[in-house]
Structures are given as structure tokens and as C-alpha cells.
């Protein structure tokens, strides 16, 4: 046989393998699409996506078969004569069975990914699979046809679950306990339900005055709380802005700020405070971001997080998604010839909205199933009286995908006067304002947009409602400090962006901000000046009289309410950075100053937000003399913290926790 011969064999095993497989694929597809119509209480889902579904999953299992049958082919080919019927059957239906059957189990049963029970269930899955196609393999060809040659895939498979495996111990390694031991409480400390639902805006909520009733819940507890109306996150994206809450240090300080970066060891947390003062600690995070990988878990004994959309990953159009997001020339050639016919968007986006129907199951699950693990949790330690709790909720629910019940959809959609069918904003990849918007729609399309995103608003308020009556009655004995706060907001189009992560104007950085500890703070207090997130975490210290570790940047806000005067303060600081591309923004008095960094190019914007709450009139060149002075001041706070920050890079050169925490004081 010549070599010429024995590769057109091979690829055309594997072009028969890529049809078995996209025709297999199919039935997976029209699952999910089925489930995302008839699912309940799903946004609406255009009729043609059951077609859409079936072609994207029909053609992207093509590609994955194909190519798994050439590598698999290609690598036993010297030794075994492939059958031509068995082989693309005993390849390409164990591989839909394995992604689909995956997909389901993990997102609707498994608890975490990296947990070993899940990783157990996947790898003996991936086996099943495997040995199901060995057998279907010697099922079909001719007795005599041998299969000895066939270890090397086998093994292949064995590398990918160690490999998995080992990801998954990596992951769990830094969410280690042991580093912060627990403290005596003193008599008398309450516990502390911490809330924080991500991508809040604070003027979206009727608690700040929305013209539409968004938090009806958070109403009927601000009348004993103290409300903050002008908290301001310190960036705009999730793991910089909750790391500065956590570690009450601005984002130069705590060094936390791009997607692969985690808080260095010296960042020390309000956990690890909280549990020096004698508190059992527990998270329960539905965002990845925060999560024991990037460091938060430090000073949890508990962390709960639901990372069952991870296994999408294996989902192959969640892969030809990302592909296509990624380098837009693969994707259009991943996307195959029926692209040219039906069009990117039309072939690709129903895919996305189709897997992410699931991701969204998934979501919902991450909700129900948190306030479930905090049930839990509260069973556990019912019996320990002595310690008080402090307790971290952090829900997902108004990030998009937009996807509220359907009939809170419709009110929110007959109030603001808007509709659409789409529940992302519209799609653009490393837009940085000012130097590159997002793309323009139509009033009635942004304002449906914006009716789902409040309808999430109202639909989560509701559930955290509910959530904390629960867990008021479960420790009647123990005072509750409860905090509600967000990381950041959310932009729809006003100053030409969309999302969060692109821009520090006033919609992405102002977040809500109600501490309720009656009987302890001024009952239906508000707070009408503008304060840092990273004054938080002093602030609770203080109400439990905790002295403020010397790590942390910001203080206490208790002077401020009670009255005691604006010194106290940490300056109004906040910063998003992806490296090429950066903004900070820094605030005194009336006025606010954002400079966006773009490569060499810089944009200086000052705004008056009493005159100019939208930000849209620029006095940056009217005003040189105050440009000045606010860039010297924010360039003063950079400088501060980025001091701070060498300093805990070099105490992580240690590598020694225990270290640290002698250094800063904690421990003897
Ligand atoms: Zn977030």
C-alpha cells in the first residue's frame, strides 16, 4: 500500500466519521432547543432556532469527528486495517454521547467542576465512552478484525483526566484555610450576611430613587438601615472590584486586575479579619472570578461555587463561539460553508443563545442552588453557638445574558416602552471608551434591553428577599449585620458603550450601597456623599470592634455617619486596566476626572456631576488649572498604592504565608 493510499484512507475515515458525527450531533441540538422554548419561564426563542440548532450542532460535531477520527486513524493506521463502516460509528457517536451527556450531567446534577465527585463522574463518562466505542468498534467490523493498536487513544484519554485532574487540585490548592486560625469572638458579635449581586447599577434601583419599582425588597429595609447614595466601586469589572473590597486596597494596591491575575498572598482579606475576631467563614460565589483560584478563598473554611457551565467548554458550539469571538477569520472558516448562505451572525448567534439557554439553567441553578449551600452551611454549624458568621453571598443573576421570568420581561417591557429578542447587548470585542464604541441599535431595541436587565433587577431583589427571611429565623439568638452592595454596573449605550469593563463613567462605578444593623447604626439614615467601596471592609471591622489591619487602604466610614465629619474618608479612586488599554478616575467635591489610556494616546475628561449628573459636558480644556490639580491628586493615590503593592510582591517572594502574617502584625 503507498503512503498515498493509506492517507486518502485516513481522510476518508474521517470524513465519514465528521457525517456519523454531525448526524448524531443533530439530536443533541434539537434537545436543547426544544428545552429552550418550552423550558418555562425562558425569555422568548425564535421558532427557527430548532433548525439553527440542528444545523450548528450538526456541523459543528462534523469538525470535532473529523478531526478526532484523523488523529485516532492516523495514529493506529500502521498497525490495524480500519473498518470503513465501524470506525466513523465507534468514533463519532461515543463522542456526541460524551459531550451532550456531559454537558447535561454537570450543568443540571454535578456539583462543582473541580469537585472529585464531578471529576470522578466525567472521567468514568470519558471511559464509558471510550470502552463503549471499542466495543461498538469489534461489534461491527468482522471478527477477525484486531484492535490491539488502539492503546494509544486510550492513553491519550487517560492523559486528558489526569491533565483535568490536576487543573481542578491546582485550583483547589490556594483555597486552603489553615493560614488564618479561628479567633475567640468576644460575648456579643452579630453575624454577617455580606450580599453582593454583580453588574448592579445603583440608579436602576427604586431604592435610589428609579422611576420604576426594581427593589422593593431593599425598600422595605432601608427604613432601619443606612443607605450610602453615591458608593463608588473601585473599577468596573468584577475580580478588581470585589478584590478591593475584600482586601480594602485600590486595584494598583492589591494588584488584582487583569482576567489571569489572582490577589498576591500579602493581600490580606476582610475574611481573614473577620476570622482572627473569632468568626466561622463561608462564601458562596456564582461568579468564577471570585473564586478560591484567584485567590479569595483565603480565610474561608468554606467555598462554595457552582463551576458547572466549565464544562461548556466541551459544548462544540460554545467552542466555534469562542472561536469565532476569538480570531474572527477561524471562525468564519469553522463556520463552514453554510455561513456563506445563512450569514455569521445567523448561524453563530442562535448557537450562543441556544448554549447559553443553558448557561443560564445553569445560572438559575447557581442562585437556587447558593441560597440552598447556605441552608446547608447554617445546618452545619447550628450547633456552634459560641462563633458567629460570616457569611459571603455574591449572585450573578443581572449580568447578561438578560434573562428574567417572562412576565416580569413583559411588565418591565410595557413600562419602559421597549422590546427585543436578544438578551445580549450588541456584540463587540475590546471597545475602550472614548477610543472605540460599541455598535448603535434602536431606541426600542436598547430600551428592551435595558426592561430585561431591570426585570433581573426585581426578579433577584425578590429572591434575596425571600432568601434572608430564611436566614433571619435560622440563629434567632445572634444579631444580624447584613450588607448589600454590588462590583459594578452596567452601561446601555450612554456614552456609547455597552456592558461593564470598558469605561469608569458614573453607570458602571456607582453601585448600591445599605448596611442594616439595627439598634447599632441611625435607623433610615442616608448617605448623601460620595464614599470608596474599600471603606467597607474598616467599616464592619469597626462595628465589631476590630482595630483596621495595616494592610488595608481604606477606614472606617462610622465617623461619617455618625456625623462626625468628611475627614475620614478614603479619596474617591477607581481603575479599570487591561494593560494595552487603561482608565482611572478620581473624584473631589462636585467634580470628577476620568483619563482613558490607549496605547500612547490619552483622554482627559473632567465632568461636574452636580451640574452634569450624565457626564456628557467635558470642562477638561475650559478648566486646565483643575485638570491639573485632579490629575496630580489621582496620580498621587497611583503612586501610593503601587508603593504598597512592591512591597507585598516582594513579601510573596517568601512564599510563606505565615510570614506575612507575622509581618503585618496578626500572629506571633
Ligand atoms: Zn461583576
Not at 429595609?221 to 468596573?236: G, K, N
Request: hydrophobic share 45%.
Amino acid at each position: 500500500m503507498s503512503s498515498h493510499t493509506t492517507q486518502t484512507s485516513v481522510w476518508n475515515l474521517a470524513w465519514r466519521t465528521g457525517v456519523v458525527a454531525g448526524a448524531t450531533g443533530m439530536v443533541p441540538g434539537l434537545i436543547n432547543s426544544w428545552e429552550s422554548v418550552h423550558g418555562g419561564g425562558r425569555a422568548e426563542v425564535p421558532a427557527t432556532i430548532h433548525l439553527l440548532a440542528a444545523v450548528v450542532h450538526g456541523e459543528s460535531y462534523f469538525i470535532a469527528g473529523f478531526l478526532l477520527a484523523l488523529l485516532l486513524a492516523w495514529s493506529v493506521r500502521r498497525r490495524v486495517v480500519l473498518s470503513r463502516r465501524a470506525f466513523p460509528v465507534a468514533v463519532g457517536v461515543p463522542l456526541v454521547v460524551f459531550t451532550a451527556l456531559g454537558i447535561a450531567i454537570n450543568v443540571l446534577y454535578l456539583p462543582e467542576f473541580a469537585k472529585p465527585s464531578s471529576l470522578t463522574a466525567d472521567g468514568a463518562l470519558l471511559l464509558l465512552c471510550v470502552g463503549g466505542g471499542v466495543l461498538l468498534y469489534r461489534r461491527l467490523s468482522r471478527p477477525g478484525g484486531s484492535t490491539g493498536g488502539s492503546m494509544r487513544p486510550w492513553f491519550a484519554l487517560a492523559l486528558l483526566v489526569l491533565l483535568l485532574a490536576g487543573l481542578a487540585s491546582l485550583s483547589e490548592r490556594n483555597a486552603a484555610v489553615a493560614e488564618t486560625p479561628l479567633g475567640e469572638p468576644s460575648a456579643g458579635l452579630p453575624d454577617i450576611l455580606f450580599v453582593l449581586v454583580d453588574t448592579e447599577r445603583a440608579d436602576h434601583l427604586s431604592l435610589y430613587g428609579y422611576e420604576f419599582p426594581t427593589t422593593r425588597w431593599l425598600e422595605s429595609l432601608a427604613p432601619q438601615s443606612v443607605v450610602f447614595d453615591a458608593a463608588i466601586a473601585a473599577s468596573c469589572h468584577t475580580k478588581p472590584s470585589t478584590a478591593s473590597i475584600f482586601t480594602s486596597r485600590y486595584p494598583p494596591a492589591h494588584q488584582a486586575r487583569r482576567l489571569e491575575e489572582t490577589l498576591p498572598p500579602s493581600a490580606y482579606t476582610m475574611t481573614q479579619a473577620f476570622r482572627a475576631a473569632g468568626y466561622r467563614t463561608a462564601a458562596f460565589s456564582a461568579n468564577g472570578l471570585v473564586s478560591p483560584t484567584f485567590g479569595f478563598g483565603r480565610g474561608f473554611e468554606r467555598f462554595y461555587r457552582q463551576e458547572a457551565p466549565y464544562f461548556m467548554l466541551f459544548d462544540l458550539s460554545e467552542i466555534l463561539y469562542r472561536v469565532y469571538i476569538g480570531v474572527p477569520v477561524a471562525g468564519y472558516a469553522a463556520g463552514g460553508v453554510l455561513g456563506t448562505f445563512l450569514g455569521w451572525e445567523w448561524l453563530l448567534m442562535p448557537s450562543r443563545r441556544e448554549s447559553d439557554s443553558l448557561l443560564q439553567k445553569a445560572e438559575d441553578f447557581e442562585a437556587a442552588g447558593i441560597f440552598k449551600a447556605v441552608g446547608d452551611w447554617y445546618d452545619q454549624v447550628e450547633e456552634d453557638t459560641e462563633h458567629p458568621l460570616f457569611t459571603y453571598v455574591h449572585l450573578l443573576e443581572p449580568h447578561d445574558p438578560y434573562e428574567p421570568p417572562a412576565d416580569l420581561q413583559k411588565s418591565y417591557e410595557q413600562l419602559l416602552g421597549g422590546h427585543t429578542s436578544e438578551s445580549y447587548f450588541p456584540h463587540y470585542v475590546g471597545g475602550f471608551l472614548p477610543f472605540t464604541e460599541g455598535p448603535a441599535v434602536d431606541e426600542e431595541h436598547r430600551l428592551g434591553l435595558v426592561a430585561r436587565y431591570d426585570a433581573e433587577i426585581d426578579a433577584v431583589d425578590a429572591a434575596i428577599g425571600r432568601f434572608v427571611a430564611g436566614i433571619r429565623e435560622r440563629r434567632p439568638d445572634r444579631e444580624l449585620l447584613l450588607v448589600f452592595t454590588s462590583d459594578h454596573g452596567e452601561e446601555f449605550y450612554e456614552h456609547h458603550g455597552w456592558g461593564h469593563g470598558h469605561s469608569l463613567y458614573e453607570e458602571t462605578t456607582h453601585v448600591p450601597l445599605l448596611i442594616s444593623y439595627p439598634g447599632h447604626l441611625p435607623a433610615g439614615l442616608r448617605i448623601k456623599e460620595r464614599v470608596s467601596m474599600i471603606d467597607v471592609a474598616p467599616t464592619l471591622l469597626d462595628l465589631i470592634g476590630v482595630p483596621p489591619p495595616p494592610a488595608f487602604q481604606g477606614t472606617s466610614l462610622l465617623p461619617t455617619i455618625q456625623g462626625a465629619g468628611a475627614d475620614s474618608r478614603s479619596p474617591i479612586f477607581s481603575e479599570i486596566f487591561w494593560g494595552a488599554h487603561y482608565a482611572r478616575s478620581f473624584s473631589e467635591g462636585t467634580r470628577k476626572l476620568i483619563v482613558a489610556t490607549h496605547g500612547r494616546e490619552e483622554r482627559a475628561f473632567l465632568f461636574d456631576l452636580e451640574q452634569d449628573a450624565a457626564e456628557l459636558d467635558n470642562l477638561a480644556e475650559r478648566d486646565p488649572v483643575a485638570l491639573t490639580t485632579f490629575k496630580a491628586k489621582m496620580q498621587q493615590i497611583v503612586e501610593q498604592s503601587e508603593a504598597i503593592a512592591v512591597q507585598a510582591q516582594a513579601v510573596r517572594i517568601e512564599g510563606d504565608i505565615a510570614d506575612q502574617m507575622r509581618a503585618l502584625g496578626y500572629i506571633d
